[in-house]
């Protein structure tokens, strides 16, 4: 008996030695996530490698199942996460588990100046992407607001690298701590829609450096992007998804990116540049005709049937795919292999409260003659609410964006709600934009079709305007084709639909008209000193309607900027000053950005002539902020030395609000042309009514530095500058004078 025990444990003890011996290196969580790559990569085919490098479906890869690695699920991005898709085709599937929280447009995140608000961003989007199994999501997007005609200015985060810098790198962080990679889109020089599959953009490298790369180098070393997207456009020549320059120079050489280089759906367009410049995953290609619905046509990949070919050949050496395969691997161990991430969430009430509070400090007072805003409900009886797009659904439309939305909260419903019986709220037409509402199979709820003349919903509306206490206007552009959307450029600056003429008759019919513009871009507002007051209330999501009602009513004290300035003109605009198509759009596929490092501020700060109609980093609020002296601690900076910058600010209004303290550094003598002054750093303070705050800043030596391209290296050029404070770009409250040595 004592024998047959003995023999069990010693059967018992050599079985689990075994195990715990054959314990792959890849799946010990106890080992470097280096050690278990060069593991798994050890037991992969060659096959199985080509395998990772390119889809399976519209929006996955495959993992290797023999190993148990799982698939790679991507997901749009950048506002909400994208409805479930057919496996081929970009129509959505009709699940019915899958309509998310809608957050607001990056352009509004970026116009709360504060990086809190990008965080809790992230935060959320990459809580429902992780609910939704997903460890890709294909934002944000950072490309630079070189053109208000731009169709996808929308999906960004403005005209200023060091502003979309600030505001990335939480935002990337946020979803990454849910063990979800941010996709940052579209490396780079993606600055327009037209001709975007085609056109080689030709740009400086002071340009490239200072404006064009700045938000994305920040999302790779300081938010630590594990994936990065690239564009559809050319630079040198090259596809800029198989770009030597930016992918291999510069993305990993210059910034020492470890993470995943993944195509724009459709980018690639040969095997050996993809091979050898960069990318490592292939999405979207539509090849020779095979693609359609064709079930083998991921085989036809650049990089999978063609790719194997060559590495069986030998053309391309095995190391060229392994490369690809551990960065590959590097993110399915941050994210599907990690087993401690959270499981994550999806339309949450959280995510409700996160949608609607980032809406709210990202919407922009622009113009507020007499106070008119906020509305006062206790002297009001009836508010009319004129406009297409105060009952139009935005999440709808504008391309990979568009969202299957749990719910969207329309501005005629938002302020409905809140007034409840307090007044009485009327709507009009007042004119009809564009009435389609679906895209890819999602159907908008809400139908806008409408069987009136013109003129018959103008009369409707000015006749409801004269009665009214306040008329609120919605109107602005919307996300169909050559408005702020995907695949074109708007075709001119003006409102569309005929909008100006109806805000012009309701500013007639009633002194307290408020404008609010519902876009992701300027627009050319020629009754701008007939109506008291403007909002931007840009593309804000599934709490929409609920976030503009409790700015216009006073329930929040608006408190967002600009982040892009607005002209009056198109050829106000730099790229559109040339009037040569060569700068904008393009001439025969090819451009030339002839603005350089002179876009938005910095262009219209040399010239007096161009007043912006409001600002870069413009916007009012319903208090006021007094700036006191700033003062610096020396007078002299030295090399590696940081200057510490203090101002007080005091808000002497009679409520409690936000103000953003910006600071620009100025060079006031260099060798190299500059702008007169750049933002370089910015701080969004409460206060309360009386309450002063010191506001502090730090700034080092690479806030004074331009891009010296000779030397190809950034120079702080000793000499005279000057730190100037202001509540926007044009309203500088106060100037301080040092030297660097
Ligand atoms: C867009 C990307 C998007 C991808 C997948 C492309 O057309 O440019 O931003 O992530 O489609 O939908």
């Known amino acids: 008996m004592k024998f047959f025990q003995n023999l069990v444990w010693v059967a018992i003890f050599s079985l689990s030695g075994t195990v715990a011996a054959q314990t792959p290196v890849y799946l010990d969580e106890t080992k470097p996530m280096e050690d278990r790559i060069e593991d798994a990569l050890s037991r992969m085919t060659l096959e199985e490698k080509v395998a990772l490098c390119h889809a399976q479906s519209k929006f996955s890869s495959p993992g290797v199942p023999r190993l148990g690695l799982p698939e790679n699920w991507m997901t749009d991005g950048p506002h909400g996460i994208r409805a479930e898709v057919i496996w081929d085709e970009w129509d959505q599937a009709g699940w019915t588990n899958d309509s998310c929280?809608?957050?607001?447009?990056?352009?509004?995140?970026?116009?709360?100046?504060?990086?809190?608000?990008?965080?809790?961003?992230?935060?959320?989007?990459?809580?429902?992407?992780?609910?939704?199994?997903?460890?890709?999501?294909?934002?944000?997007?950072?490309?630079?607001?070189?053109?208000?005609?731009?169709?996808?200015?929308?999906?960004?985060?403005?005209?200023?690298?060091?502003?979309?810098?600030?505001?990335?790198?939480?935002?990337?962080?946020?979803?990454?701590?849910?063990?979800?990679?941010?996709?940052?889109?579209?490396?780079?020089?993606?600055?327009?829609?037209?001709?975007?599959?085609?056109?080689?953009?030709?740009?400086?490298?002071?340009?490239?450096?200072?404006?064009?790369?700045?938000?994305?180098?920040?999302?790779?070393?300081?938010?630590?992007?594990?994936?990065?997207?690239?564009?559809?456009?050319?630079?040198?020549?090259?596809?800029?998804?198989?770009?030597?320059?930016?992918?291999?120079?510069?993305?990993?050489?210059?910034?020492?990116?470890?993470?995943?280089?993944?195509?724009?759906?459709?980018?690639?367009?040969n095997t050996k540049e993809a091979a050898y410049n960069g990318l490592d995953m292939e999405f979207g290609t539509w090849t020779d005709g095979l693609t359609n619905g064709k079930g083998d046509a991921y085989s036809n990949y650049y990089l999978a049937q063609p790719f194997l070919d060559l590495l069986k050949n030998g053309t391309i050496p095995e190391s060229v795919v392994d490369g690809k395969v551990r960065n590959i691997l590097r993110l399915m161990f941050r994210t599907t292999m990690n087993r401690n991430r959270p499981y994550g969430s999806f339309k949450t009430?959280?995510?409700?409260?996160?949608?609607?509070?980032?809406?709210?400090?990202?919407?922009?007072?622009?113009?507020?003659?007499?106070?008119?805003?906020?509305?006062?409900?206790?002297?009001?009886?009836?508010?009319?609410?004129?406009?297409?797009?105060?009952?139009?659904?935005?999440?709808?439309?504008?391309?990979?964006?568009?969202?299957?939305a749990q719910y969207e909260i329309s501005p005629l419903d938002g302020l409905k709600a809140r007034v409840g019986d307090a007044a009485e709220v009327m709507y009009a037409r007042g004119y009809v934009g564009n009435i389609d509402g679906s895209y890819n199979g999602v159907v908008s709820k809400v139908n806008l079709a409408e069987s009136r003349s013109a003129d018959e919903l103008l009369d409707e509306a000015v006749n409801k305007a004269k009665s009214a206490d306040y008329v609120v206007f919605v109107g602005g552009l919307n996300k169909n084709s050559h408005q702020d959307c995907e695949g074109g450029d708007r075709t001119s600056y003006g409102l569309p639909y005929g909008q100006d003429r109806v805000i012009e008759a309701l500013s007639q019919a009633n002194p307290r008209t408020i404008v609010v513009l519902i876009s992701g871009n300027s627009v050319a507002m020629p009754w701008i000193d007939q109506v008291p007051a403007i909002v931007e209330g840009w593309y804000c999501g599934s709490e929409a309607g609920n976030a503009l009602a409790s700015i216009l009513v006073g329930d929040v004290n608006p408190s967002g900027k600009l982040p892009f300035s607005m002209y009056v003109k198109l050829e106000d605009y730099h790229a559109h000053s040339f009037n040569d198509s060569i700068v904008y759009p393009g001439l025969n596929h090819q451009q030339i950005y002839k603005d350089d490092i002179f876009v938005g501020y910095r262009w219209s700060d040399l010239h007096k002539k161009i007043r912006p109609m409001f600002s870069f980093g413009h916007g009012l609020s319903y208090t006021t902020f007094e700036y006191g002296k700033a003062e610096i601690d020396k007078k002299v900076v030295r090399q590696g030395e940081s200057l510490r910058v203090r101002i007080p600010v005091t808000n002497t209004g009679n409520r409690s609000g936000a103000e953003i303290v910006q600071l620009y550094v100025s060079d006031l003598k260099s060798s190299l042309p500059r702008p007169k002054k750049e933002l370089k750093g910015f701080k969004k303070v409460d206060l309360q009514p009386g309450e002063s705050q010191i506001v502090e800043f730090e700034i080092d030596e690479s806030k004074f530095s331009y891009f010296d391209d000779k030397k190809h290296a950034w120079v702080a050029e000793p000499g005279k500058f000057e730190i100037l404070i202001g509540s926007s770009s044009s309203d500088i409250r106060s100037k301080v004078a040092f030297e660097l040595e």
């Open 349 to 404: 009430p959280a995510h409700a409260s996160a949608a609607r509070k980032i809406a709210e400090e990202g919407i922009v007072l622009l113009q507020n003659k007499n106070n008119v805003l906020p509305i006062r409900l206790c002297e009001t009886k009836r508010i009319l609410v004129v406009g297409e797009n105060a009952i139009k659904m935005m999440t709808v439309g504008g391309g990979s964006s568009s969202l299957k």
């Open 101 to 269: 929280m809608a957050f607001p447009a990056l352009t509004c995140l970026a116009a709360t100046w504060n990086p809190e608000m990008a965080l809790l961003y992230g935060k959320s989007i990459g809580e429902e992407a992780r609910y939704r199994n997903k460890n890709v999501l294909l934002g944000p997007g950072v490309n630079i607001y070189r053109t208000p005609l731009n169709g996808r200015n929308f999906e960004y985060m403005g005209e200023d690298p060091y502003l979309a810098s600030e505001m990335v790198v939480p935002y990337i962080e946020g979803v990454q701590s849910n063990g979800v990679a941010a996709c940052v889109k579209h490396y780079a020089l993606n600055n327009q829609e037209y001709d975007r599959h085609a056109v080689n953009v030709e740009v400086s490298d002071r340009a490239l450096y200072e404006i064009y790369l700045p938000a994305f180098k920040a999302a790779v070393q300081k938010g630590k992007a594990w994936a990065i997207m690239g564009a559809y456009n050319r630079y040198k020549n090259q596809y800029c998804c198989h770009n030597q320059y930016l992918l291999n120079d510069i993305l990993r050489k210059e910034w020492g990116f470890d993470g995943v280089v993944i195509s724009d759906w459709g980018g690639v367009f």
